[in-house]
């Protein structure tokens, strides 16, 4: 079992930066692969970003790429996400997520694939 919980969502304008955090617990975060998902109101979850147990890998949606970085800390069991250049179509509720599977190297894209889900928290970003 692995306890996710996010951090560092808020409101922002256009432009603006924020940075999210994703403290994990309970298990042994380098055997997991870490995402981010996003789920706007009235819209499904959908892909962010994810970062492979290691690290070495990185993987970004099209629409976040080149704005956002996926990044992770072993020492504090955390993974980030750090936003720049926001838009207010990025507004939603931010979730980290937690994969037990290293033999690929890679992180999934697939909201599917994630066994564990943090609370959510909220990214308002205004025009």
């Known amino acids: 079992q692995v306890q996710l919980v996010e951090s560092g969502g808020g409101l922002v304008q256009a432009g603006g930066s924020l940075r999210l955090s994703c403290a994990a617990s309970?298990?042994?975060?380098?055997?997991?692969?870490m995402g981010w998902f996003r789920q706007a109101p009235g819209k499904e979850r959908e892909f962010v970003a994810a970062?492979?147990?290691?690290?070495?890998?990185?993987y970004y949606a099209d629409s976040v790429k080149g704005r956002f970085t996926i990044s992770r800390d072993h020492a504090k069991n955390t993974v980030y996400l750090r936003m720049n250049s926001l838009k207010p179509e990025d507004t939603a509720v931010y979730y980290c997520?937690?994969?037990?599977?290293?033999?690929?190297?890679?992180?999934?894209?697939?909201?599917?694939?994630?066994?564990?889900w943090g609370q959510g928290t909220q990214v308002t970003v205004s025009s």
């Open positions: 997520a937690a994969h037990r599977v290293c033999n690929s190297g890679s992180a999934s894209n697939t909201a599917g694939h994630y066994a564990y």
């Open positions: 309970g298990r042994t975060f380098s055997n997991y692969a």
């Open positions: 970062i492979s147990c290691t690290g070495a890998s990185t």
